[in-house]
């Protein structure tokens, strides 16, 4: 099996399918991607889903289940075996109790979750039974064992019923890395062109995503209202604002100032509606894309001797930020 990228006809809106071996879509994933689409879910929200439900329907092959026939046991397995090296699902090499897990304890509730909105997609055209037992319906509030402690507002939700994943493993979230005023200050200093030490300081003045970012048009960028707004569109090089979100951000005028000199000095007479886009690649002026900031950021790491991951998602800070500032998360 393999996850193919799609583009629909009608839209020319990235999309993604699960091929089996056949190298034929598997119709009800098919089905449940397609419905993702067209409620507008972001690409790799549709990718992510793809991958995890790869990963069931393969299980099931390996056992040969079928995927309306599988019940909670069934789930309980596939569990099993995420956990398992891929070298050992098949059961011809054995795993000694003290070999670490393949995947997190976020992973498999990741690939749970994706696998529960699947079954409850078919379970509305009644399709699949394991809808009903994946979910469970508990008291508000409720933590499992017994404890007499009580969350603010306990009375408020008391006797209420909320939805709960019947298989959750435990899991720890992850703490972001934050660099220091003069590691953010180090990366700054390492960009050799504007554009790329503008959208460095965009990512740390104004706190957006990456994609947000790469999303941007001139239009966006206000100079004299001092703002960045963030809208949700179409774009060429299939950025997108997170969830859609659509918001305007207070910017620092050393920002704004950043922006008029990259504006005269390195973008010029170019005829594009991005802010970034490719100046000193071919094709020039097509949006820049996310390769091209995950090279640079590759680079960069080289440049400066950072360990901040290429992953990169800002956090505001305080106006001003563009010269490096505490509080940006990679």
């Known amino acids: 099996m393999r996850v193919q990228r799609v583009f629909m006809l009608e839209s020319e809106e990235e999309s993604w399918t699960l091929l089996g071996d056949d190298q034929v879509p598997i119709e009800p994933v098919e089905q449940f991607l397609a419905f993702l689409t067209s409620i507008e879910k972001s690409p790799n929200t549709v990718k992510a889903y793809a991958h995890d439900l790869m990963d069931w329907f393969t299980y099931l092959d390996g056992h040969r289940l079928g995927w309306r026939a599988a019940d909670l046991e069934d789930v309980a397995?596939?569990?099993?075996?995420?956990?398992?090296?891929?070298?050992?699902r098949t059961g011809n090499v054995a795993v000694l109790p003290t070999v670490a897990h393949h995947c997190s304890a976020a992973s498999v509730n990741r690939k749970l979750?994706?696998?529960?909105?699947?079954?409850?997609?078919?379970a509305r055209h009644g399709?699949?039974?394991?809808?009903?037992?994946l979910i469970t319906m508990q008291p508000a509030g409720r933590r499992g064992a017994a404890t007499s402690f009580k969350p603010f507002l306990h009375h408020m939700a008391k006797g209420e019923l909320e939805r709960r994943r019947a298989i959750k493993l435990?899991?720890?979230?992850?703490?972001?890395?934050?660099?220091?005023a003069s590691q953010a200050q180090a990366v700054l200093d390492a960009c050799e062109h504007l554009r790329d030490r503008l959208l460095f300081a965009v990512l740390l003045d104004c706190g957006v995503r990456i994609?947000?970012?790469?999303?941007?048009?001139?239009?966006?960028?206000g100079i004299a209202e001092q703002?960045?707004?963030?809208?949700?569109r179409s774009?060429?090089?299939?950025?997108?604002?997170?969830?859609?979100?659509?918001?305007?951000?207070?910017?620092?005028?050393?920002?704004?100032?950043?922006?008029?000199?990259?504006?005269?000095?390195e973008y010029g007479a170019l005829d594009s509606d991005y802010v970034f886009v490719n100046l000193f690649a071919e094709p020039h002026g097509r949006p820049w894309a996310y390769r091209a900031v995950y090279d640079l950021v590759l680079r960069l790491r080289r440049r400066t001797g950072s360990t901040s991951s290429p992953t990169i998602t800002g956090t505001p800070t305080q106006p001003g930020c563009c010269a490096g500032a505490p509080g940006w998360s990679v």
């Open 211 to 221: 994609g947000e970012a790469l999303g941007l048009r001139h239009e966006d960028m």
């Open 227 to 232: 703002s960045v707004t963030i809208t949700s």
């Open 77 to 88: 397995g596939f569990v099993a075996w995420l956990r398992l090296p891929p070298e050992a």
């Open 127 to 133: 399709d699949v039974e394991l809808a009903r037992l």
């Open 170 to 180: 435990k899991s720890s979230p992850s703490r972001p890395k934050v660099l220091t």
């Open 113 to 122: 979750a994706a696998l529960t909105s699947f079954c409850e997609f078919h």
């Open 235 to 265: 774009n060429a090089n299939r950025a997108r604002a997170k969830a859609g979100i659509c918001r305007t951000i207070p910017a620092s005028a050393e920002l704004m100032r950043l922006y008029a000199d990259y504006l005269t000095r």
